[in-house]
């Protein structure tokens, strides 16, 4: 309760312009939760023994077994696979790109509200310490309550700007951990279709024909 308490008289101190921090707060923890969640069933969705089996499967020509892993596991790079596949008979690259994509912008969504908020967040400080300012100012003239009036602006002003900052750096450190984690993963994406490219390209050069069995899978459906 003390503690609480702490925390109720300093909002009341920061003034009016604590509660569009606290708000930018409060959004912020959400992104960051959601953002974690997603992150962690991602990490929980990949199966680095099946991409290894589907990729000596499509490098010896046996297509269905690397379809047939795809289907199996929730794997995104698996399904790219599989994608590509579906795809060799008009464009495998085309197909396998457009579907990376598709997974770029998820691991990229909400990420432009993080970044807004390290923004947002100090120049509402700041705004906080301009009104707190202003209010010292404004009350000089009053020789009876000048003393407490102008302490209390200036209270104001350092607890909005204090409020401001730890919020971006609060929010600094994980966005850039997330911006990494994006840059990562497009980076393996992109190496997954240059590898799984070779790959159709050798078992083509075997006498084995994609296409055809991309075609035969198409008209199947």
């Not at 020789?143 to 102008?150: F, H, I, N, S, W």
Request: with cysteine; net charge neutral.
């Amino acid at each position: 309760m003390p503690s609480a308490n702490i925390v109720l008289k300093t909002f009341h101190e920061g003034g009016w312009v604590m509660w569009p921090v606290t708000a930018t707060f409060f959004l912020a923890l959400c992104v960051l939760l959601e953002r974690s969640i997603w992150w962690i069933a991602l990490k929980r969705s990949l199966r680095p023994e099946a991409q290894e089996k589907a990729r000596e499967a499509l490098g010896t020509g046996d297509f269905g077994t690397a379809w047939q892993l795809g289907q199996e596991v929730p794997d995104p790079f698996l399904h790219n696979l599989n994608e590509g596949i579906s795809h060799a008979h008009t464009s495998m690259l085309a197909a396998m790109h457009l579907h990376a994509t598709r997974w770029i912008e998820r691991s990229e969504a909400r990420m432009w509200i993080l970044g807004t908020i390290i923004t947002l967040a100090p120049l509402l400080g700041l705004l906080g310490t301009v009104v707190g300012l202003m209010g010292s100012f404004a009350s000089l003239g009053d020789e009876a309550l000048g003393v407490t009036k102008v302490t209390g602006g200036i209270a104001e002003a350092l607890i909005a700007t204090a409020a401001g900052l730890a919020i971006a750096i609060g929010c600094l450190l994980p966005y850039n951990y997330f911006r990494k984690r994006v840059s990562t993963f497009r980076g393996a994406f992109e190496r997954w279709i240059n590898h799984v490219e070779l790959l159709a390209q050798s078992a083509k050069a075997h006498g084995h024909d994609l296409e055809a069995y991309a075609a035969e899978r198409h008209l199947k459906r």
